[in-house]
T-cell receptor, first 116, second 115 residues
């Protein structure tokens, strides 16, 4: 069975510091995709970054990067130079190959609060 | 490009009543998803459509929940009758296809409160 674990319910970080949000996963699929989404208090889910299981390079999108360690089954999100607008819930998600019974699953989230 | 549209944004009903939510995906997106997000939790996939066919509805409580996507475009999710534990945000998302690399784009959600 697939599983996503986010062990940090909440984090406080000083503005302009870097922050790492942890995500570990478990799957029997050989091919899978890992995603991070941001959910501000307004409720919409905003896509941040994607990492494929066969990608050799860690994904980067602006201030976001994904520290992908396949052997450890971890896909941590790194936000560089945090900003006040980064305060939100962050969800790690995984989807398996469409031909299997793998579901799309989300972790329980981490609430990030940026201090001025 | 217009995003995923959902309506209504908010709904308050009493238990045992019925309710329906509507979703219009991004134009050209073949895959549509409905999620339930209970307060303090991550979204849980209820049902996934590919065009107008169901790909996965294994977590849909079929005794009270139903969903359709008749013409392969917009979709409705219905709850009949509602229970207190159905209070949640119902999120609709769409993606071009359903490969593992496909990014899902979410609508603003419908917040349901069952009293």
């Amino acid at each position: 069975a697939q599983k996503i674990t986010q062990t940090q319910p909440g984090m406080f970080v000083q503005e302009k510091e870097a922050v790492t949000l942890d995500c570990t996963y478990d799957t029997s699929d050989q091919s899978y995709g890992l995603f991070w989404y941001k959910q501000p208090s307004s409720g919409e889910m905003i896509f941040l970054i994607y990492q494929g299981s066969y990608d050799e390079q860690n994904a980067t999108e602006g201030r976001y990067s994904l520290n992908f360690q396949k052997a450890r089954k971890s896909a941590n999100l790194v936000i560089s130079a945090s900003q006040l607008g980064d305060s939100a819930m962050y969800f790690c998600a995984m989807r398996g190959r469409y031909s299997s019974a793998s579901k799309i699953i989300f972790g329980s989230g981490t609430r990030l609060s940026i201090r001025p | 490009e217009a995003g995923v549209a959902q309506s209504p944004r908010y709904k308050i009903i009493e238990k045992r009543q019925s309710v329906a939510f509507w979703c219009n995906p991004i134009s050209g997106h073949a895959t549509l998803y409905w999620y339930q997000q209970i307060l303090g939790q991550g979204p849980k996939l209820l049902i996934q459509f590919q065009n107008n066919g169901v790909v996965d509805d294994s977590q849909l409580p079929k005794d009270r929940f139903s969903a359709e996507r008749l013409k392969g475009v917009d979709s409705t999710l219905k709850i009949q009758p509602a229970k207190l534990e159905d209070s949640a945000v119902y999120l609709c998302a769409s993606s071009l296809e359903r490969g593992i690399w496909e990014t899902q784009y979410f609508g603003p959600g419908t917040r349901l409160l069952v009293l």
